[in-house]
């Protein structure tokens, strides 16, 4: 299992036996403190055996209580066996941080097994009668012959339609994934299975003065980036030219040393006739006010499904996104330049800065008519018209999405992907027509993604927030793809994932999400003190989409004969609709040549060819044709 896992762990190896377990770990020491740690760390007290993919960043807070005259270096591992030891499974309110770890209580003979609050760290793990199998890939659970292959076509619909996952499953029936936020305990009576951190939809955080609230987020931000910036190597952050990566570069460049930082920005080349829907303006406007060593990186469409030798070694399951042509050209230019860790603002629209869509119905509902009434100033001056005018446009949103019993754009969501999935053939996605039938798609989306949130009607854009962080895996599935760093020798971290950061942000009064007609209000503020203007005044965001459509162009006769070849392939056919695939592809070749508006057919052919060549592969891998599924 080690051996397979061998791309996590440059620095170092290490196992440890004893009676009937077994762990292993491979290190990428990334952090000061983790460099000739040895892991699995053994606690010399309890005898509990620890392995653990983990970063702990209040660590200040709890060495004075776990360690106090420790007079050497701590690493994270031997922290989290000291917590552990002290607060048993309590540990986990205690500990914040990005982890997956698996602890072997050898008093109680029971393994412990927690993964941090937003799911950026993964673990995955079979259990049976007989055997608890674990780690941070499916590859190393496939090393034991015990551990089943066969595929979960139920969960490979969920992904090709484009829906995020809520659930424990994976593309395999045998193999789970433990979820963000949730604990597992397995010894001789079972299995017990927990969330251990939720979002209180009724906390709400009351500052006296109205930039008090600024003040305090800021703090906030900053610890979670300080803590994040420890590194063996130099510091790499991405530069996009919006709010929440900019902002987060700026103050980070305040917590690194001159120098140590580099930036990294995926745009379009340069005279590119999209160019007027371009990042460069907004990038090249921070790097005016505040010089970083910086390089431009453009997507590579050869990496859509031909992978480079790294990703093929960390790649268990189909892409569900087309990220990996920009980060891949970002990992490759990130190691030439010594980078150890690459900060990322994934996350930051769901948890810091939401859309705020239901705020006039919020309005509404709460009886704030104050705040209604400078929403509907706003809109008026914005579009040249009087507030009577304006008041029924604010709510235009929520009469259009047609039943007043479900009037919160969650629920609306929901019923959006309800009809997705009852009716595949109309909305692009290139699953095979007796696919959703035969795997009760349709019941699944309705049963498992239902929205369930007390007080939704009390704080309906508190409710909205809590159901992407808490109850989707929106933000882990985001992340997720950024595992492949690892085997680039990096780690990517999201400071907008700290769980202090998340837990103020979702208490904050409505106001600070959205006043004025300004919507992201509370993080605009703190980046109006760090970024150029224009950024932090930005309401717009680039498409990636014609981007990935004219990749898909200059890859089209590749494409094409690999759809064909699929023809002769039972396992592809058997989830695919490959003349659908024909279908979309052509439409994406012809329609970018006129530009249209709507680009949504992109996403799930790109889906589609992704799931096509995992599928294509496995059945290859199976049929000895190759030597593993990677």
């Not at 930036?263 to 006739?273: I, N, P, T």
């Not at 929520?398 to 595949?424: H, I, K, N």
């Not at 409710?463 to 997720?480: F, K, P, R, W």
């Amino acid at each position: 299992m080690v051996d397979v896992l061998a791309h996590w762990g440059p620095d170092a190896t290490g196992a440890w036996h004893g009676g009937p377990t077994g762990v292993g770990h491979a290190a990428l020491w990334v952090t000061p403190e983790a460099v000739g740690e040895a892991c699995p760390f053994v606690d010399p007290e309890t005898g509990s055996v620890v392995t653990a993919d983990v970063r702990i960043d209040n660590r200040d807070e709890l060495l004075p209580e776990l360690a106090p005259a420790a007079g050497r270096v701590v690493g994270d591992v031997e922290l989290l066996a000291l917590a552990y030891r002290k607060w048993a499974e309590g540990c986990l309110d205690r500990i914040v941080g990005d982890f997956a770890f698996a602890i072997w209580d050898v008093r109680r003979r029971r393994f412990f097994c927690a993964r941090d609050p937003m799911g950026v760290k993964r673990m995955f793990y079979f259990l049976d009668a007989r055997r608890f199998i674990f780690g941070s890939e499916i590859k190393a659970l496939f090393t034991r012959p015990e551990v089943p292959r066969d595929l979960n076509r139920l969960q490979m619909a969920v992904a090709l339609a484009g829906l995020p996952s809520f659930d424990d499953q994976t593309a395999f029936r045998a193999v789970k994934v433990l979820e963000p936020a949730s604990a597992l305990t397995v010894d001789a009576e079972g299995e017990r299975r927990w969330k251990y951190w939720r979002l209180d939809p009724e906390r709400e955080i009351t500052l006296a003065r109205d930039e008090d609230y600024v003040d305090a987020f800021e703090e906030i931000l900053r610890r979670s980036i300080r803590s994040r910036v420890r590194s063996t190597g130099r510091v790499g952050a991405l530069l996009s030219g919006g709010l929440d990566a900019t902002t987060c570069l700026a103050l980070a460049r305040q917590s690194t040393a001159p120098g140590q930082i580099s930036a990294f920005s995926w745009a379009l080349a340069e005279g590119d006739d999209w160019a007027v829907r371009d990042e460069r303006p907004y990038i090249e406007a921070y790097l005016r006010r505040d010089p970083v060593d910086h390089a431009y990186l453009l997507s590579e469409p050869k990496w859509l499904l031909d992978f480079p030798l790294e990703m093929k070694r960390h790649r268990d399951e189909p892409e569900s996104r087309i990220d990996h042509c920009q980060f891949i050209p970002t990992f490759i230019e990130a190691r030439r330049r010594g980078v150890r860790v690459l900060l990322h603002g994934a996350g930051g629209d769901e948890a810091v800065s939401y859309a705020a869509r239901d705020f006039a119905l919020a309005c509404v509902l709460a009886g704030d008519w104050s705040a209604l009434h400078w929403e509907a100033k706003a809109l008026a001056a914005e579009n040249g018209i009087n507030r009577l005018q304006a008041l029924p446009r604010l709510l235009e949103s929520w009469r259009e999405r047609g039943e007043w019993r479900t009037p919160f754009y969650y629920q609306w969501a929901y019923r959006r992907w309800c009809e997705r999935v009852a009716d595949l053939s109309d909305r692009a996605i290139p699953i095979a027509s007796h696919v959703a039938r035969e795997v009760g798609l349709v019941d699944y989306v309705r049963d498992v993604m239902r929205p369930r949130i007390a007080g939704a009607w009390r704080r309906p854009l508190r409710a909205e927030q809590i159901y992407t962080l808490n109850q989707s895996h929106v933000i882990s599935d985001q992340v997720g793809v950024w595992d492949y760093a690892a085997s680039f020798g990096i780690e990517c971290r999201c400071p907008y994932q700290d769980r202090r950061v998340v837990e103020f942000a979702v208490a904050m009064p409505v106001r600070q999400h959205r006043y004025r007609g300004v919507s992201r209000r509370l993080l605009r503020r703190v980046a109006q003190r760090w970024v150029p203007p224009e950024i932090a005044r930005r309401r717009d965001k680039s498409p990636t989409m014609p981007d990935m459509a004219r990749s898909l162009c200059a890859l089209a006769p590749d494409l094409t004969r690999r759809i064909e070849a699929w023809r002769s392939s039972p396992a592809v056919l058997d989830m695919l609709d490959v003349d659908l695939l024909r279908a979309d592809l052509a439409w994406v070749v012809k329609a970018t040549e006129t530009r249209p508006a709507d680009w949504s057919p992109v996403l799930p052919l790109c889906r589609g060819l992704l799931l096509g060549s995992f599928l294509a592969q496995d059945s290859a891998s199976r049929e000895g044709n190759t030597p593993s599924l990677a």
